[in-house]
T-cell receptor, first 112, second 113 residues
Framework: TQLLEQSPQFLSIQEGENLTVYCNSSSVFSSLQWYRQEPGEGPVLLVTVVTGGEVKKLKRLTFQFGDARKDSSLHITAAQPGDTGLYLC????????????FGKGTKLSVKP | DAGVTQSPTHLIKTRGQHVTLRCSPISGHKSVSWYQQVLGQGPQFIFQYYEKEERGRGNFPDRFSARQFPNYSSELNVNALLLGDSALYLC????????????FGNGTRLTVT
């Protein structure tokens, strides 16, 4: 059974601080996706990483896929209150398009 | 373009009842997936349908069933509701190809009392 362990589960920081969220598995994934979910809404895709060692940047967000494609991280620089939300990592393994394994999520609160 | 739409947005049922949830995918998307998100957890895969055929099924009991219609919309049915079925049910549509992102609807919040 593929599992994605996400940490930390909760994170409360002040505006301007940096943070990193981790997503780890013992399984190899063909891709890993990061989503953000706000209360009352469905998850919204932030990025997909495919190649081992890949780094993608989205403004103040940096996503990295581990060399072995078993882990990933999300780093936010100078967090802002608008970054508040639930961050979810989701792994896709070969041939399973549409069937993602999600982590439990990291609930981020950025205080002004 | 309209996103993924789900109905109803909220639903309250009692134990033992049956429920039907509906989903309309983004135009052009032929794949629809259903996920259950219990409070405090990430979404868990229930079903995937593509071209009206079941393409994948998660670890859910037979009380859960789904179907996809010729217009690619989909229904999720749950029989003999249990308290533990209370959750946010998410529908996602996509193109069926590698690394194609899922586009989620805002879900149906089901409460079983």
């Amino acid at each position: 059974t593929q599992l994605l362990e996400q940490s930390p589960q909760f994170l409360s920081i002040q505006e301007g601080e940096n943070l990193t969220v981790y997503c780890n598995s013992s399984s190899v994934f063909s891709s890993l996706q990061w989503y953000r979910q706000e209360p009352g809404e469905g998850p919204v895709l932030l990025v997909t990483v495919v190649t081992g060692g890949e780094v993608k940047k989205l403004k103040r967000l940096t996503f990295q896929f581990g060399d072995a494609r078993k882990d990933s991280s999300l780093h936010i620089t100078a967090a802002q209150p608008g970054d508040t939300g639930l961050y979810l990592c989701a792994g896709e393994y070969g041939g399973s398009q549409g069937n993602l394994i999600f982590g439990k999520g990291t609930k981020l609160s950025v205080k002004p | 373009d309209a996103g993924v739409t789900q109905s109803p947005t909220h639903l309250i049922k009692t134990r033992g009842q049956h429920v039907t949830l509906r989903c309309s995918p983004i135009s052009g998307h032929k794949s629809v997936s259903w996920y259950q998100q219990v409070l405090g957890q990430g979404p868990q895969f229930i079903f995937q349908y593509y071209e009206k055929e079941e393409r994948g099924r998660g670890n859910f009991p037979d009380r859960f069933s789904a179907r996809q219609f010729p217009n690619y919309s989909s229904e999720l049915n749950v029989n003999a509701l249990l308290l533990g079925d209370s959750a946010l049910y998410l529908c996602a549509s996509s193109y069926l190809r590698d690394f194609s992102p899922l586009h989620f609807g805002n879900g149906t919040r089901l409460t079983v009392t």
